[in-house]
């Protein structure tokens, strides 16, 4: 295995040639941001899967041991897996971090692997093998073991979705679904033909990328280990640590932010793609509009004056998918205001 020396700034810190001469049928996208004392474990389990895959190991500028745990356990790596290990030249965020090394992949599938998750050894092989049988799936993701810090499974078969979604299905939920971005394996293009992914969270937006291009699917099985721990982004933005009033905005400013930017992405997707079909389109800028609306209602709930709840829930009442929860945030107005 092959080793190169760079700048600290640099974004290569080490590549190598797999031993086999079998090509990779998938590029392994392995992030991380201060996960020292799970990356190890994320890694060995990368380099445990069944076919042999392109492994791209990049730190998002996390200022810990990281790097330097990864280049001492790959340093005598031989197996059948190409290895690459790099970072950031600078901290991005995770939706910026995966459209910087989206292009940087040799195939046409990326399997995205959080620093902080175990993956299952057939995970790749499985999500691959999905991906060739069904050409129209843009992404297929699954269901997960929730795991907690010891790698204990404290909820099976978690976050699963139903086995197709398409841009129908996700416009008569009755709510904002998704399938869990970790979990997720991607093709390349829906990345590289479409704008760069903004916004602070990843799953939603790639879905609906997904979903303007093609399907998304989701397998039954689980297979990931989904790490659950107070880091969790989406214990950020679905800020539960406490129940009172700060937190309960918080959680609201949060949630109709990431809402704001998921559906900006999809509007630039389409905007970008005149060439697709009208109404995947049509059925796209629907998709941003209730992204919106679900945002704007949110942000109402936090107006005192209630006058100002009544066109944001009126715009829910009138949007398929969010009716039942425009309604109830309606009964509200029913009860008395807490002084």
């Given at each position: 295995?092959?080793?190169?020396?760079?700048?600290?700034?640099?974004?290569?810190?080490?590549?190598?040639?797999?031993?086999?001469?079998?090509?990779?049928?998938?590029?392994?996208?392995?992030?991380?941001?201060?996960?020292?004392?799970?990356?190890?474990?994320?890694?060995?389990?990368?380099?445990?899967?069944t076919v042999p895959c392109e492994i791209i190991v990049s730190d998002d500028?996390?200022?810990?041991?990281?790097?330097?745990?990864?280049?001492?356990?790959?340093?005598?790596?031989?197996?059948?897996?190409?290895?690459?290990?790099?970072?950031?030249?600078?901290?991005?965020?995770?939706?910026?971090?995966?459209?910087?090394?989206?292009?940087?992949?040799?195939?046409?599938?990326?399997v995205f692997l959080a620093g902080d998750d175990v993956a299952y050894p057939?995970?790749?092989?499985?999500?691959?093998?999905?991906?060739?049988?069904?050409?129209?799936?843009?992404?297929?993701?699954?269901?997960?073991?929730?795991?907690?810090?010891?790698?204990?499974?404290?909820?099976?078969?978690?976050?699963?979705?139903?086995?197709?979604?398409?841009?129908?299905?996700?416009?008569?939920?009755?709510?904002?679904?998704?399938v869990l971005g970790a979990s997720m394996a991607v093709r390349k293009e829906?990345?590289?033909?479409?704008?760069?992914?903004?916004?602070?969270?990843?799953?939603?937006?790639?879905?609906?990328?997904?979903?303007?291009?093609?399907?998304?699917?989701?397998?039954?099985?689980?297979?990931?280990?989904?790490?659950?721990?107070?880091?969790?982004?989406?214990?950020?933005?679905?800020?539960?640590?406490?129940?009172?009033?700060?937190?309960?905005?918080?959680?609201?400013?949060?949630?109709?932010?990431?809402?704001?930017?998921?559906?900006?992405?999809?509007?630039?997707?389409?905007?970008?793609?005149?060439?697709?079909?009208?109404?995947?389109?049509?059925?796209?800028?629907?998709?941003?509009?209730?992204?919106?609306?679900?945002?704007?209602?949110?942000?109402?709930?936090?107006?005192?004056?209630?006058?100002?709840?009544?066109?944001?829930?009126?715009?829910?009442?009138?949007?398929?998918?969010?009716?039942?929860?425009?309604?109830?945030?309606?009964?509200?107005?029913?009860?008395?205001?807490?002084?």
């Amino acid at each position: 295995m092959a080793t190169t020396t760079t700048a600290s700034i640099q974004p290569s810190l080490f590549e190598g040639v797999a031993v086999a001469d079998a090509p990779p049928v998938a590029t392994i996208l392995l992030v991380c941001y201060r996960m020292q004392d799970t990356i190890l474990e994320a890694l060995d389990s990368a380099l445990a899967q069944t076919v042999p895959c392109e492994i791209i190991v990049s730190d998002d500028s996390s200022g810990d041991e990281s790097l330097q745990r990864i280049a001492a356990r790959v340093r005598d790596y031989r197996g059948p897996h190409r290895l690459r290990v790099r970072s950031t030249a600078r901290n991005l965020g995770l939706c910026a971090h995966l459209t910087e090394l989206a292009p940087m992949a040799s195939t046409g599938i990326l399997v995205f692997l959080a620093g902080d998750d175990v993956a299952y050894p057939h995970r790749a092989e499985r999500l691959v093998a999905h991906l060739a049988k069904h050409p129209q799936a843009m992404i297929v993701g699954s269901s997960v073991n929730d795991i907690n810090a010891r790698g204990e499974v404290i909820k099976p078969c978690n976050r699963g979705q139903k086995p197709v979604l398409t841009q129908r299905d996700l416009r008569r939920a009755g709510h904002l679904i998704t399938v869990l971005g970790a979990s997720m394996a991607v093709r390349k293009e829906v990345f590289t033909t479409l704008p760069p992914l903004q916004g602070r969270v990843e799953d939603n937006a790639l879905q609906l990328r997904a979903v303007l291009l093609g399907e998304c699917h989701c397998l039954p099985e689980p297979l990931l280990g989904y790490r659950r721990h107070e880091g969790n982004l989406g214990n950020w933005v679905f800020d539960r640590s406490a129940d009172d009033g700060a937190t309960w905005r918080r959680r609201q400013q949060r949630v109709a932010a990431m809402y704001h930017e998921i559906a900006d992405d999809q509007d630039r997707c389409i905007d970008a793609r005149p060439d697709l079909p009208a109404e995947r389109r049509e059925q796209g800028r629907g998709l941003a509009r209730m992204y919106r609306v679900e945002a704007r209602m949110r942000e109402a709930l936090l107006e005192p004056d209630r006058r100002r709840w009544l066109a944001p829930l009126w715009d829910g009442l009138r949007t398929p998918g969010l009716r039942r929860k425009a309604f109830e945030r309606a009964l509200k107005l029913l009860l008395p205001q807490k002084k």
